[in-house]
T-cell receptor
């Protein structure tokens, strides 16, 4: 089946620290991969995406590379800010089904 | 462009009652999907509507039903509410070959 596994949180970092949030997936087809961010009390915002192997998605200093050989899509940022504190969700979508499978989310707390 | 809008923002219901949640898609989008996000969990797919018909369905009981109107807006109905139905309900809209946009959600509390 289709599923996403991401590292459990919370992850607590100091401002300007390096961030990695691990995400691995299983898929019956050839998925597109996404990272969404959810701030407290809000819905989901697309952070970045990648649609084929070796693609790198990037946005606002965050990056993730679609690794087909390891079925992974780890999220990284070189220097986090307090404003990055949120819950991050890894997700996959099988092309043409237009339906997301989400991981359980990783809460990030960044301290000043 | 207002993006995806949902109403109401918050809702409190009693066990056994019925509830209707509403979603207006982003301009130009014709497909609406509904997700349930329990506290501390990732969103789970409920169903998807296209051309006023249910096109896909996740593992949710028949108590969960929906509708799409000719203007592409959609409703999610839940009958015989259970405590476990308490969650954030997210609507997402899209069109063919385009990414999904999520609304802010409706927070449902069942007491």
């Amino acid at each position: 089946g289709n599923s996403v596994t991401q590292m459990e949180g919370p992850v607590t970092l100091s401002e300007e620290a390096f961030l990695t949030i691990n995400c691995t997936y299983t898929a019956t087809g050839y998925p597109s991969l996404f990272w969404y961010v959810q701030y407290p009390g809000e819905g989901l915002q697309l952070l970045l995406k990648a649609t084929k192997a070796d693609d790198k998605g990037s946005n606002k200093g965050f990056e993730a590379t679609y690794r087909k050989e390891t079925t992974s899509f780890h999220l990284e940022k070189g220097s986090v800010q307090v404003s990055d504190s949120a819950v991050y969700f890894c997700a996959l979508m099988i092309y043409n089904f237009n339906k997301f499978y989400f991981g359980s989310g990783t809460k990030l707390n960044v301290k000043p | 462009d207002a993006g995806v809008t949902q109403s109401p923002t918050h809702l409190i219901k009693t066990r056994g009652q019925q509830v209707t949640l509403r979603c207006s898609p982003k301009s130009g989008h014709d497909t609406v999907s509904w997700y349930q996000q329990a506290l501390g969990q990732g969103p789970q797919f409920i169903f998807q509507y296209y051309e006023e018909e249910e096109r896909q369905r996740g593992n949710f009981p028949d108590r969960f039903s929906g509708h799409q109107f000719p203007n592409y807006s959609s409703e999610l109905n839940v009958n015989a509410l259970l405590l476990g139905d308490s969650a954030l309900y997210l609507c997402a809209s899209s069109s063919v070959m385009n990414e999904q946009y999520f609304g802010p959600g409706t927070r449902l509390t069942v007491t």
